[in-house]
T-cell receptor
């Protein structure tokens, strides 16, 4: 089993709707989780991080973490065409480990 | 502050030639990572350094690949000899350490023909 798995998509969402991106992880020792956005031809850019169970909101973005289910998600409200990108989930295998493992990414397209 | 700086941004080289990719991490960051990204395999960690010391090089594909970090502000990834299957985007990233986020450079786009 891969350490970090994502639904590979592609995912198409109408403009203004909520986009939901999902990620599961295998190492129960993982304590921190990161969401990166990567536009085509560009490098990954950090957009959210979450350490605690529950929700964390930042503008239109909400990260959700459920450690019991080993599940982390990213919700994008009021989706905009500029949100069209590949979204990568990442986690280290345990606390204090710097080695981030990335999922394969979910390609999101917002349809105007 | 400047982000992670990589060079060259693009390189096209012939099979068998040596390729050297360079990286300057964000000042003050203790950790430096080299990743490779392809459509088939996604983002793969090749090697990472902490305080200039290689910690994990298990992702380095074979002996043709080597990486060095002679000081806190500079690292190289070398491929010798290069092969067409090495064609990919190579990202350098740096981070403050301790399970914190890492920040990527713009990448070096390598094509080996």
């Amino acid at each position: 089993q891969k350490e970090v798995e994502q639904n590979s998509g592609p995912l198409s969402v109408p403009e203004g709707a909520i986009a939901s991106l999902n990620c599961t992880y295998s190492d129960r020792g993982s304590q921190s989780f990161f969401w990166y956005r990567q536009y085509s031809g560009k490098s990954p850019e950090l957009i959210m991080f979450i350490y605690s169970n529950g929700d964390k909101e930042d503008g239109r973005f909400t990260a959700q973490l459920n450690k019991a289910s080993q599940y982390v998600s990213l919700l994008i409200r009021d989706s905009q065409p500029s949100d069209s990108a590949t979204y990568l989930c990442a986690a280290p295998p345990n606390f204090g480990n710097e080695k981030l493992t990335f999922g394969t990414g979910t390609r999101l397209t917002i349809i105007p | 502050d400047a982000g992670v700086i990589q060079s060259p941004r693009h390189e096209v080289t012939e099979m068998g030639q040596e390729v050297t990719l360079r990286c300057k991490p964000i000042s003050g960051h203790n950790s430096l990572f080299w990743y490779r990204q392809t459509m088939m395999r996604g983002l793969e960690l090749l090697i990472y350094f902490n305080n200039n010391v290689p910690i994990d090089d298990s992702g380095m594909p074979e002996d043709r690949f080597s990486a060095k970090m002679p000081n806190a502000s500079f690292s190289t990834l070398k491929i010798q000899p290069s092969e067409p299957r090495d064609s990919a985007v190579y990202f350098c990233a740096s981070g403050p350490g301790d399970s914190d986020a890492i920040y990527f450079g713009e990448g070096s786009w390598l094509t080996v023909v």
